[in-house]
């Protein structure tokens, strides 16, 4: 009863442990996210088997192993990249002789046994992943221990007594540990070799009674194949060094591409923006808004850069310029609700009302006006002068396009060079950078 109660409770143990071969698994593509793996796998082997162990023969009476081929298979579950669980399956024959009279022991005799079917369970430890440019091992040594449960019969040549039990079939544990190593040949088949010593709990494994414990050995060699999508590495051949010195190397080439996209798209903003605030026949009309370029030099323009018209020169007596404080507020106001895009000349569209009556001021009592466009110290001196400039001729441009006279109107930049207030600060910051409005 017991010993059907221990092979059924082993049975369900190894059907458990395939049970969940096919499970899905969610993939991931993202650089640098979590890593699914494949963490299934089977594998097939064959190779000898014998009596004769690294620690010495089982029985001491048989001076002559015989080696005979065996085989099996295998199913495994990755659990760490160190870790996996094994259940394993083996059959073959055992066999050993004695050809010449000892001590206490008889010529031509000998033992064949036939391993009908074994199953274990082992744990195996990977010592070490020995990959650092591949993703994909090319080395793993590992060992392996467990438990096991086998039917086997013996059968015995030259004993007629009482300790031969040869001729019938039984059934009990054995131990299996061993070592090997695996070598990467794709993404998800090894080569397995090992060498297993498989210690029985029994001593009538030769069909002998005598002598303590059986045990024996099986060298081997074999595919291990694993299970899933190509896409996905194995787990237990993963290098985790390796995958990240790639996707680093692919995050610093991306960086690289964005940076050289970035700096031309600055250069050729810079190109467009001198294009457009540029004055190329010095009328006093930038080339955005010139509606008349190539004007001869001294020509008189309206606001478009277009020649106006002039009356006959008339001989006037010079008045004197009256600047009233109506006329200052227009000018603060325009002042205080001037805002330009960040980092750019470009005047946004809540500054144009304010602007609008500096224009009509201008137009109205024929005013000149100086205009001098400040920063702070943020960035280099030559990008906050050309910045300041720039700003500067923006709001003259403006002015111009709403009527003013263009030769009235000067726009000079000065850049971080005559602070209002200290640039350690931000509030100190913000006060200078300014457009200041001078009527005269």
Known sequence: MNLNITKSTMLVALLGLSSQLFAQ???????????????WSVGVHGGLLTPRTIFGNSNHQFQTPVEHIGYGGYIKKQILPALGIQADFLAGKVEALRLSNGVGYTANTGYKTNIQWSGALSAVWNVANISINTENAVLIPYLKAGAGYMSSGATTTGFNDVNANSGSYREGWFVPVGAGFKLGVTKGINLDFGYDVNFVKSGKFDGLSTFGND?????HAGLEFALGRSSKPQLQNYSALANLRKQTAEESADLRRALSTAEQNAARDRAQYAKDLADDDNDGVANKFDKCPGTP???VVDGSGCPLAL??????KETKVVITEADRKIVKDAISNLEFDLGKSTIRAKSYSTLNR??????EKNFSLKLAGHTDITGSRE?????????????????????ANASR????GYGPDQPIATNKTAAGRQLNRRVEFTLF
């Open 25 to 39: 698994e969610t993939p991931t593509t993202s650089r640098f996210s979590t890593q699914d793996f494949r963490t």
């Open 215 to 219: 045990r024996f050995a099986y060298a």
């Open 297 to 299: 030099s001294g020509t």
């Open 311 to 316: 009356p006959k020169p008339e001989i006037i």
């Open 358 to 363: 500096v224009a009509a001021l201008l137009v």
């Open 383 to 403: 990008l906050n002068l050309r910045l300041s400039k720039d700003r500067a001729e923006s709001v003259k441009a403006y002015l111009v396009s709403q009527g």
């Open 409 to 412: 109107i000067e726009a000079t």
